[in-house]
């Protein structure tokens, strides 16, 4: 009888390994993730962001110098042009207009330059002689005239004259409404000359009475406070 064949070698038995949690593909995936849920975060927030900057409550024309009520804070998205405009950190009263400035407009730090040496000058006008609409931050002509009755109209013996052209209304005072009010009533309106002309101004009105005339709009260029014969056409808005 044969001897017993040896017996075969079987196969070796393979061990299973554990996972392994740390797996560098894994790893490279929640990061991968990760970065782009924070990516993504960061854009829709900036996008989001507003900063706080002044706005002008009013039409405001170049030469006027701004007080609390002619600004209100308002929250916008500005990005990078944020720093072109005047934050609300900052205290923009008591300064003056280098160019108008419409309602409603974000006030930018170039209208806030150095427009020269301005002086405020009280003008007492009879009531009747001022537009009812009147209003801090418009641009007005004013006229010296022998017959306020003839109103502000260029003729030819000199009796109108052009004192003031373009100059801004810093203040309207004394005005009053329903039957307090008379034509004859005066009232001292605030306008912003040079202060070189100022002295012209005073010696051009020589006491007579006052007329005023507003522009239509106050992006008209801001003229400097003027003494003259107004020109036989009238004055133009």
């Not at 427009?115 to 000058?121: E, I, P, R």
């Not at 306008?191 to 007329?211: E, H, N």
Request: net charge negative; charged share 20%; aromatic share 2%.
């Amino acid at each position: 009888m044969p001897a017993a064949a040896e017996a075969l070698p079987g196969p070796t038995p393979r061990r299973i390994r554990p996972p392994r949690w740390l797996d560098l593909r894994l790893v490279l995936g929640v990061l991968l993730v990760l970065g782009s849920v924070l990516l993504g975060a960061r854009v829709v927030g900036a996008a989001d962001a507003t900063v706080p900057v002044w706005a002008a409550t009013g039409d405001l024309a170049a030469g006027t110098e701004l007080t609390v009520d002619d600004l209100r804070i308002v929250d916008v998205r500005l990005g990078d042009a944020a720093g072109s405009y005047l934050s609300a950190g900052t205290e923009p009263e008591g300064s003056t207009l280098s160019r108008a400035v419409r309602a409603g407009e974000l006030l930018p730090r170039s209208a806030l330059e150095e427009v020269g040496d301005l002086v405020q000058l009280a003008l007492p006008v009879q009531s009747g002689y001022v537009p009812p609409g009147l209003e801090r931050g418009q641009l007005v002509d004013v006229y010296a005239v022998a017959d306020p009755a003839a109103g502000a109209t260029g003729v030819a013996d000199g009796s109108v004259t052009l004192v003031v052209r373009k100059a801004p209304v810093q203040a309207i005072s004394g005005r009053s409404e329903g039957v307090l009010s008379t034509p004859t009533t005066a009232i001292q309106v605030v306008v912003a000359v040079t202060a070189r002309d100022a002295p012209d101004v005073l010696g051009a009105i020589a006491g007579r009475p006052l007329v005023v005339v507003v522009h239509d709009s106050v992006d008209a260029d801001s003229g400097t406070a003027s003494a003259g014969r107004a020109p036989a056409a009238g004055p133009t808005g």
